[in-house]
């Protein structure tokens, strides 16, 4: 079974179209969406559009949940700064994203063996809490704990990495950051998603049985970068996608 994840377009219409070009190239069979569809930039309606189009299982980020906060009116359309990117999102869309959850819980039945998969924007306990590679194990495994989650698959920090911590009885928790569709952080400015592989002998008892691959998409940087720099956002928004940071 394959299962794409990615999360963190932030409006991105240039990187979210190229890393869906290569997503339906891998056909999986199934796919979700871990939040953030909204800010930084000025497509926000496309990138939801699409979203709602394909019905994909999506979560509420961060950026997502500050459109309950917004209100537009005629004069702040034309206001330079941050929330430009929030007062572009039509009614039907800010309205969407209200409803979305804040978790998705998955449980696979593999071996005899329950295996539990957990999608969280952030972590588990917060929206914008960062589960970084370095993040506390102890601390990680007792979040992993509380969630009964076997495979726990975050956002937010826009960093990809793939953490596999041991328990005290000897089983295997894997942690998976997607990194980000539109807006890296780790210095490649290329787009990043997830592809879960599962097999049939997939386990926690055998660390090497879940393969987990990240996937980077080329897209066009500089006419994203253009689009922003010719709009009222901040031009260091446009930088921040030259240099991925």
């Not at 079974?1 to 070009?21: C, Y």
């Not at 804040?102 to 306990?125: D, P």
């Not at 975050?154 to 569709?181: C, M, Q, W």
């Amino acid at each position: 079974m394959k299962v794409a994840l990615f999360s963190d377009v932030h409006a991105n219409i240039f990187a979210f179209e190229a890393m869906l070009m290569d997503m339906d190239s891998q056909k999986p069979d199934a796919v979700y969406c871990l939040g953030d569809l909204v800010g930084y930039h000025i497509y926000p309606n496309e990138v939801i559009d699409e979203i709602r189009r394909r019905g994909i299982a999506t979560l509420k980020g961060n950026h997502d949940e500050k459109v309950e906060n917004i209100i537009t009116t005629p004069e702040s359309l034309s206001e330079p700064g941050k929330k430009y990117a929030y007062h572009l999102i039509r009614e039907d869309n800010r309205e969407y994203l209200k409803t979305l959850p804040g978790h998705i819980r998955l449980e696979n039945k593999l071996n005899n063996e329950k295996l539990n998969l957990v999608f969280a924007h952030g972590s588990t306990r917060s929206i914008d809490e960062y589960i970084l590679i370095d993040t506390d194990a102890g601390y990680v495994l007792e979040m992993l704990k509380e969630a009964n989650a076997d495979m726990l698959f975050v956002g937010h920090s826009h960093k990809p990495y793939h953490r596999i911590l041991e328990t005290r009885d000897g089983r295997f928790k894997h942690v998976i950051n997607l990194g980000a569709v539109g807006k890296p952080k780790d210095g490649n400015p290329d787009g990043c998603y997830v592809i879960l592989h599962l097999n049939a002998e997939s386990s926690t008892t055998n660390k090497n049985s879940i393969e987990i691959e990240f996937r980077r998409v080329e897209y066009d940087v500089e006419a994203s970068a253009k689009a922003i720099e010719n709009s009222l956002l901040p031009k260091e928004f446009a930088d921040a996608l030259r240099l991925a940071n």
